[in-house]
């Protein structure tokens, strides 16, 4: 049973940092890609950073040089830590097991955490 279990969001001021933890389990983790989505009221969900099995990293280039995706196989733990917040990064942060063989070609998603950055 694939389980992603998301942690680290909250309220936070605008040029405050935040680390969000996502717990993986259920299938290979050091075998699949990962990534950080985000979903703000009334819009689509939208990618914010994925990660390959080898640790090639792709960000929106709205994030780009303030937030670092990053995986520790260890712990089958994937992390996002974001930098000079800004209110438009306000939203709900979801972690997602990206499609694979190991996934029967589907994207698994987490429960989602709200981060929201004040003005």
């Known amino acids: 049973q694939v389980q992603l279990v998301e942690s680290g969001g909250g309220l936070v001021q605008a040029g405050g940092s935040l680390r969000l933890s996502c717990a993986a389990s259920g299938f290979i983790f050091n075998a699949n890609a990962m990534g950080w989505y985000r979903q703000a009221p009334g819009e689509q969900r939208d990618v914010v950073a994925t990660?390959?099995?080898?640790?090639?990293?792709i960000y929106t280039d709205s994030v780009k040089g303030r937030f670092t995706i990053s995986r520790d196989n260890a712990r089958n733990t994937v992390y996002l830590h974001m930098n000079s917040l800004k209110p438009e990064d306000t939203a709900v942060y979801y972690c997602?097991?990206?499609?694979?063989?190991?996934?029967?070609?589907?994207?698994?998603w987490g429960q989602g955490t709200q981060v929201t950055v004040s003005s």
């Open positions: 997602a097991a990206l499609s694979s063989y190991n996934l029967g070609f589907r994207n698994y």
């Open positions: 990660i390959s099995s080898g640790g090639t990293t």
